[in-house]
């Protein structure tokens, strides 16, 4: 029967074999306590009404003045939301919780080491810090609006701490993942023209006390000799008083944080209003290939984007206690544990170290011990506790009502077990489809009106108006059976505003491949490439089948990366699935497929023959493996996603790159020992 269908598919589309997965609905519960239940945001939220609907998002915030223009379009591609207005971001994250709430924690910050206790971090405290660092930042660094700053920290308080401080000021806050080493921490001073580094002397991963400060040294070291200076390094120290790793400061260079603020003891700085267009932040995108795109984001129109999505999608109520496990290095981490909850005045979880540390059952006596009742995490994470600790959630006693999945597609195999397992049956699951470049949701179920089905984003969220074009540019409708490029129509508040000093190539990457006229200042003709492929189902759900640039073409016949591993993620014994396009003489390319089992199953020609056949049976054997290598572990990047790049270049045995930015680089010697 796929076969057929694969016949249908043109090469300007990709073809699509997925059975339809069955509706979950969300429990009465949820429902009646959700923040929304009223189908009618849809209409609202119509193309019809656009763009003047979001100003049910603004309106969720304080604005010092309010905007007179709603969207200004007259520097297209370049959007400008909610003109004319003036903000403060961490004025809406702090301040104007303290009237009625001072009292309530802000961050529960969790150490790693078990001796170590959790802190809660109330509003009032929150305030505090965020103005004596602010005074910090103004007097002793120098800094003021619009100068940028890089921060290089782990995940602790005082990492939301200083990105609050710098949007007090209005200073342009450029986290840098704290995992990534001092050459990927210069690039990005470099690109932003920092000339201060805040970053924390140690942290905790996976039982180590890691000596953090070394990559400091590195970063500058690399940046004065491309002409950047960085003048002071604010170190943060992960024991105050004590230095904690064994790199000496550099003279009147280095200076430890709790040191300098004891002068800045009681400051309080008054929140400077910003223009809702004024970068709030840049984000450097992963960029597997080439450089690091600096996603510049604006302070009013992500912040009211990441409040409305935060309250309707993620449900976060006033009283709730949300823990969302990503690092608050990536995007998730900025709008979903920092700019949304905190924004709605919510009690958000920091967890400095590895959730499978020092057993499988860490993440889950977290959650029971801090009554957390949203959970958000990545299917990677998913598929690990699925991997090594399946049966822990169950000796816990922690309930969620609502459960987030974000930065893959999610095997639907995968999705029952974080159904089931995690979320007791009981949770309502989102599973939310969107990118560093569009600073929050793009597709997920409206989790108190939607029901979810395994392995689809979703329709798209109010507001957003997607569409999918083949490589002509032909529309693929909802129910074609077939996928290709998914596009948003319209601009929305969250996007950046344009890659950092390079808007050439913001314009080309995003918007060039659909536009047909660069002149236009309509907003109607310049749809935003995503760089993703999605199939829409008939009930207008998106199903995303991964990357473009990972789409295999095999004889012409265009095939999606997930739908494949979907498929051997149904053998039972597999873990983790990923698969890659090798170079064939006759048929172009032919899918090469990497597996890793779960613990306690040893690799042999029956597996290898069992997945196969499952890929052939639920695609056709148009899909059918040239090989399947059943490796010990797939290389991932540090935020866990599956690097398929390098797997390619081991099975084309081309060269593989630069791999000491994998979280795990050791196992590409492994890999292409045995691929050989
Ligand atoms: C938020 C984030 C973006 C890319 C995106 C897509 C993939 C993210 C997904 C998903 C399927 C989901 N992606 N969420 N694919 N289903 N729910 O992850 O941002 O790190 O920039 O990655 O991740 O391919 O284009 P970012």
Redesign the pocket.
């Known amino acids: 029967m796929t076969d057929k269908n694969v016949e249908e598919t043109s090469e300007a589309q990709i073809a699509v074999h997925w059975g339809e997965e069955k509706y979950y609905y969300p429990s009465y519960e949820f429902v009646a306590q959700a923040n929304m239940s009223d189908p009618k945001i849809y209409e609202r939220f119509a193309l019809k009404n656009f763009p003047n609907c979001y100003k049910e998002f603004a309106d969720l915030l304080d604005w010092d003045e309010y905007w007179t223009e709603i969207l200004d379009t007259s520097d297209a591609p370049c959007w400008k939301w909610f003109v004319g207005g003036r903000i403060n971001a961490s004025y809406n994250c702090i301040d104007r919780h303290l009237a009625k709430n001072k009292n309530k924690t802000a961050i529960h910050f969790v150490p790693e080491p078990l001796e170590e206790k959790t802190e809660h971090i109330t509003y009032q405290e929150l305030y505090v810090r965020v103005n004596e660092f602010a005074a910090l930042l103004r007097d002793f660094a120098g800094l003021k609006k619009g100068d940028r700053v890089t921060l290089h920290m782990p995940m602790i308080a005082e990492l939301p701490i200083a990105m609050l401080a710098c949007a007090r000021l209005g200073v342009i806050h450029s986290q840098v993942f704290g995992g990534f080493s001092g050459q990927a921490c210069a690039d990005r001073i470099i690109d932003s023209a920092s000339r201060v580094l805040i970053t924390a002397d140690s942290y905790y991963r996976n039982g180590t006390l890691i000596d953090h400060k070394q990559n400091a040294d590195i970063a500058c070291g690399i940046a004065a000799k491309e002409g950047q200076n960085v003048d002071k390094v604010l170190v943060w120290q992960r024991y105050p008083g004590k230095q904690s790793s064994p790199t000496p400061m550099v003279d009147g260079r280095d200076f430890f944080v709790n040191d300098v603020l004891k002068e800045y003891y009681g400051a309080r700085i008054d929140p400077v209003s910003m223009k809702a267009e004024d970068p709030l932040f840049l984000m450097y995108?992963?960029g597997t290939t080439g450089k690091p795109k600096g996603c510049q984001h604006s302070t009013g129109g992500y912040l009211a984007y990441v409040a409305g999505t935060s309250k309707y999608v993620q449900d976060i109520h006033p009283e709730d206690v949300y823990w969302c496990m990503a690092d608050i290095g990536?995007?998730?981490g900025h709008s979903y544990i920092v700019y949304g909850p905190l924004s709605l005045g919510a009690s958000s979880v920091v967890y400095e170290g590895v959730p499978t540390f020092p057993d499988g059952g860490r993440a889950w006596r977290i959650a029971q011990d801090l009554d957390v009742n949203i959970f958000h995490t990545a299917p990677t994470l998913i598929r690990a506790l699925r991997k090594v600790a399946p049966d822990e959630p169950a000796k816990y006693n922690f309930n969620f009502k609502h459960m987030t999945?974000?930065?893959?597609?999610?095997e639907p195999e995968v999705w029952r077990w974080y159904y089931d397992v995690v979320g007791k049956g009981k949770a309502a699951i989102v599973?939310?489809?969107?990118?560093?470049?569009t600073g929050g949701f793009l597709c997920s179920t409206l989790p108190g009106i939607n029901p979810m089905k395994p392995g689809s984003?979703g329709p798209a969220v109010p507001g957003i108006h997607p569409i999918i074009f083949d490589e002509e540019g032909n529309e693929l409708p909802a129910g074609s059976g077939k996928a290709g490029n998914i596009c948003i129509q319209n601009p929305w508040p969250g996007s950046f505003q344009t890659i950092w000093g390079n808007r050439d190539r913001y314009v080309e990457t995003y918007y060039a491949r659909y536009n047909k006229n660069p002149e236009s200042k309509d907003w109607r003709d310049w749809p935003y490439l995503?760089?993703?492929a999605a199939v829409q189902a008939e009930d207008g759900y998106y199903r995303?089948l991964?990357?473009i640039d990972d789409v295999i073409n095999v004889s012409g016949h265009r095939l999606g990366t997930k739908e494949i591993e979907s498929a051997a993620l149904t053998v039972m014994e597999v873990a983790e699935a990923a698969v890659v396009p090798v170079a064939h003489e006759i048929k172009g390319k032919e899918p090469d497929l990497y597996i890793a089992l779960k613990p306690g199953y040893e690799s042999s020609p029956e597996f290898a023959e069992k997945i196969s056949a499952a890929v052939c049976e639920q695609i056709g054997k148009i899909a059918k493996p040239r090989n399947v290598w059943i490796v010990s572990d797939m290389p991932k990047t540090r935020?866990g996603k599956i690097m398929r790049r390098v797997l390619g270049a081991i099975s084309n045995s081309t060269d593989v790159g630069d791999v000491m930015t994998l979280a795990n680089p050791e196992i590409v010697e492994e890999i292409k020992a045995m691929v050989g």
């Open positions: 995108t992963s990536w995007i998730t999945t974000v930065g893959e597609p999610i599973d939310t489809w969107w990118q560093t470049e984003a995503a760089g993703d995303i991964g990357r935020s």
